[in-house]
């Protein structure tokens, strides 16, 4: 089945203990993306990554960082993790060689973390 | 910057129709989206429209895109209680070969009555 597996799916943890949470797809997709949804705020852009050894940053990068060294994994790790940083976290991929130019992305079952 | 906003909440009876509206500023939109997240999961893509065709029909759902004044909609027919959810409204351009990043709305809460 084409999925995008996000791991872990629940996570309680403490200021400054550094975690990560994978992201693993299995459709050969080029474009990989981390997102956070918080109320009010809706679907916020952390890092994304075109391709392997490729990333970038979002809208709001602070306080995580990313890395992209095979095509199907794209793991987002928390340094120091801070209380602000408790939110529910999407991974998300597409082809990103979509000829119709469109970026169709399948979603995670999300990541609910949270910082004390 | 770019911007895409929505209602936050609308709610309906079963059998009626739901219209969910959004907005967007950036004029060089090429692409325009409707995700559902149903409570505890994913989105997952509902359908999407290029910005040069006004409408897409696909079963009970129909979009209408109005570029001019930058202005999408999602209708739902024959709402049923399934269809409770949150939508999400999100744009994307196309740029040198490359799809460009999603611009999310913060999303619609979508509750059908019995």
């Known amino acids: 089945e084409a999925q995008v597996t996000q791991n872990p799916r629940y996570l309680i943890t403490v200021t400054g203990k550094k975690l990560t949470v994978t992201c693993s797809q299995n459709m050969n997709h080029e474009y990989m993306s981390w997102y956070r949804q918080d109320p009010g705020l809706g679907l916020r852009q952390i890092y994304y990554s075109m391709n392997v050894e490729v990333t970038d940053k979002g809208d709001v990068p602070e306080g995580y960082k990313v890395s992209r060294k095979e095509k199907r994994n794209f793991p987002l790790i928390l340094e120091s993790p801070s209380p602000n940083q408790t939110s529910l976290y999407f991974c998300a991929s597409s082809p990103g060689d979509d000829l119709s130019g469109a970026n169709v992305l399948t979603f995670g079952a999300g990541s609910r973390l949270t910082v004390l | 910057g770019e911007d895409v906003e929505q209602s936050l909440f609308l709610s309906v009876r079963e059998g009626d129709s739901s219209v969910i509206n959004c907005t967007y500023t950036?004029?060089?939109?090429?692409?325009l989206y409707w995700y559902k997240q149903e409570p505890g999961a994913g989105l997952q893509l509902l359908t999407y429209i290029f910005s040069n065709m006004d409408m897409k029909q696909d079963q009970r759902l129909t979009v209408l895109l109005n570029k001019k004044d930058k202005h999408l909609s999602l209708r739902i027919a024959d709402t049923q209680t399934g269809d409770s959810a949150i939508y999400f409204c999100a744009e994307s351009g196309y740029y040198g070969g490359s799809q460009g990043n999603l611009i999310f709305g913060k999303g619609t809460k979508l509750s059908v009555k019995p």
């Open positions: 950036d004029s060089s939109s090429t692409y």
